[in-house]
């Protein structure tokens, strides 16, 4: 048995699992959202208030390591584009070691396209041997990666994410139309500067917040049940319904109708719908498939 963290932008995710065989049996979950991204976007600078958020979640995540999987031998420490960006990361991290005893494994763009990739795929029964496009929409980056027969032939790392996009372009609440178009525009900027090569019509996969949330909202799931979100098809027109209502009624009065799914990340979603909309216009998309799987799943593998 093995566990994985992950530190996001805005969540920190713990997976325990079962590893056998190269075959992930997911056992415990657990989700808190410290934001450790605000603000950072702007000043490259992760301050002492996040850093404690997330030092308080990781401590919380060690006593129930500690009480409940005694027997867990490894736990590997991830993080990613908030702490990648951040003039201060290599502070942040000691003060993460010193506070928690975790040591943390900082992945480059790519690396994190990889694992995510291979810990989407790890709770989908796709064929192997499918050409399969990898989203995921994170707080502060968004990657994609592009496998044909299971191997990552290209990835890459956008600086782009919904915590980033709303300090950056959605700051009234709903967004303005004249926000949303800047958004948009934005979004096609960095998805044509950096073109994948697609050579068939691959499968198109999405992991995180946005994608399971939509999903979520999608079925009108009150209740958090991840067997109804892995698999589930997320049609272009499920996201465009959500984009009109967020845009007219505002994050408040959608949170309230799905707070389970939207509790801290509300204010951040109408970015991450975006991204999303983009992508499917960027590769010509009509839906993708869900995955609950990410980057703490891929860590278990790829470490295994």
């Known amino acids: 048995m093995k566990a994985a963290i992950d530190i996001g932008t805005n969540t920190v995710l713990l997976l325990v699992a079962d590893v056998i065989s190269g075959q992930l049996k997911p056992v415990h979950e657990e989700q808190r959202i410290p934001r450790l991204g605000r603000g950072v976007d702007a000043d490259r600078i992760i301050n002492e208030e996040a850093t ?16 409940d999987f005694s027997d867990v031998e490894d736990v590997i420490v991830t993080a990613t584009s908030a702490v990648r960006d951040a003039r201060n990361r290599e502070e942040f991290m000691a003060s993460i070691k010193e506070e928690t ?11 994190e396209a990889e694992w995510t990739a291979a810990g989407a795929l790890s709770v989908l029964d796709i064929p192997s041997d499918s050409e399969t496009l990898i989203l995921d929409i994170g707080g502060g980056s968004t990657e994609i990666a592009y496998l044909n027969n299971g191997e990552v032939v290209d990835g890459h790392s956008y600086d782009m994410g919904s915590v980033r996009f709303t300090e950056r372009f959605l700051k009234s609440d709903p967004p303005s139309k004249v926000e949303i178009e800047r958004c948009r525009e934005e979004i096609q900027r960095f998805y044509g500067d ?9 499968v198109a996969v999405g992991v995180a917040g ?13 209740s958090y049940q991840p067997e109804k979100l892995a698999g589930f098809i997320l049609k272009r027109s499920h ?5 009109h209502e967020f845009a007219t009624r505002g994050s408040q009065e959608m949170l309230e109708r799905f707070p ?3 509790r801290g990340r509300a204010d951040i979603f109408m970015a991450g719908m975006l991204i999303l909309e983009g992508f499917l216009d960027q590769f010509e998309l009509n839906s993708l498939t869900v995955s609950t799987g990410g980057i703490r799943h891929g860590a278990l593998l790829k470490q295994h």
């Open 52 to 67: 404690r958020r997330v030092s308080e979640a990781l401590r919380e995540y060690k006593v129930i390591l500690e009480n």
């Open 210 to 222: 946005t994608v399971t949330t939509l999903a979520a909202i999608a079925q009108d799931l009150r």
């Open 101 to 111: 005893g975790f040591e943390i494994r900082l992945l480059s763009g790519r690396e």
């Open 239 to 243: 996201i465009e319904e959500v984009i």
């Open 260 to 262: 389970v799914y939207l």
């Open 194 to 202: 950096r073109l994948f090569d697609i050579v068939n019509d691959p």
